[in-house]
């Protein structure tokens, strides 16, 4: 069975969509609670993620883009944002690595399936 890019951008955008179902369940927690605007912040953004997984489903080329750009965004500032914690916080910093690397494993990860996706590869496939 051959993979094609839509499989792998559909993995991505049920990743995606994992995720912002996640911030939404806990947005309405936080929402109902009284809890600190940040954590709101938080989950209103990833469940943006939701939308972004859903049209990445639908097979929106925007979607993709969007997807691409996020996951670039959130990589280089995991890998510029990580380290800088780290000094300012040295007494944190074994808590945040420990906190933070899954995700950005996952995301370094989920960003590699785009760009492979999008490779030479998958160019001359007909659309399914």
């Not at 995720?19 to 806990?26: A, D, E, I, N, Q």
């Not at 938080?42 to 990445?56: F, K, R, S």
């Not at 997807?67 to 300012?88: M, S």
Request: charged letters at 15%; aromatic letters at 12%; one cysteine or more.
């Amino acid at each position: 069975m051959k993979i094609s890019a839509r499989d792998i951008q559909l993995f991505v955008a049920g990743a995606f969509a994992l995720t912002g179902f996640y911030s939404l369940c806990w947005l309405i927690e936080y929402s109902a609670s009284a809890s600190d605007g940040a954590r709101i912040f938080q989950h209103v953004i990833g469940v943006l993620l939701l939308a972004l997984g859903i049209g990445i489903f639908v097979g929106s080329a925007r979607a993709v883009l969007i997807a691409l750009v996020v996951l670039w965004i959130d990589v280089i500032g995991g890998f510029t944002g990580i380290p800088l914690y780290c000094y300012l916080f040295p007494a944190k910093a074994t808590h945040t690595i420990w906190r933070e690397a899954p995700e950005m494993l996952a995301n370094v990860i989920l960003l590699g399936l785009m760009i492979w996706s999008r490779s030479r590869r998958f160019r001359h496939e007909p659309d399914a």
